[in-house]
């Protein structure tokens, strides 16, 4: 046994502060030097929340992107990129994903938006309908299949 942990209440009380930090905080403690810089970046929190938070059609794409799955490309979720997160990207073909639910149906000045400034920065940007991804998975797959395959 630690010999931090000489007696049986002191456990149960590191235990219960641990518990309370876990419930209070929406994000794992900061590591090693992260806490001597002062913390982690905003962009780092938010994509952890945005990867926790992830809607069903995101699973799904992940599931066939994860792991260098495609070709042996890995890609990333929620990466930022500028002012923007990214659902996906692959930073060695310059390749963002996009996973479009209901709501970028009221807002397709702002996808807009988002895409010329991705593309100015010299990303490629696909988007799938939430509804195909769900519905055609292999189709998805092909889709994205084809775009890496005309960079190669």
Not at 27 to 39: D, M, N, V
Not at 55 to 74: D, S, V
Not at 122 to 134: D, K, T
Request: hydrophobic share 40%; proline share 3%; glycine share 8%.
């Amino acid at each position: 046994m630690d010999r931090r942990f000489r007696t049986v209440a002191s456990i149960v009380r590191a235990s219960q502060s641990h518990a309370l930090y876990s419930r209070i905080s929406d994000s794992s403690p900061p590591l090693g030097g992260e806490a001597r810089r002062g913390g982690i970046d905003g962009k780092v929190v938010r994509a952890r929340k945005l990867r926790r938070d992830s809607t069903y059609p995101e699973k799904i794409c992940w599931e066939l992107l994860r792991a260098h799955r495609m070709a042996g490309i890995k890609f990333r979720r929620q990466h930022a990129i500028g002012p923007y997160f990214a659902d996906f990207a692959c930073i060695q073909r310059r390749l963002v994903i996009e996973i479009d639910g209901e709501h970028h149906d009221r807002q397709l000045e702002a996808d807009a938006s988002r895409t010329a400034f991705l593309e100015g920065a010299g990303w490629r940007v696909i988007r799938f309908p939430a509804s195909e991804v769900i519905a055609n998975r292999e189709g998805v797959w092909a889709a994205i299949e084809a775009v890496l395959g005309e960079r190669t």
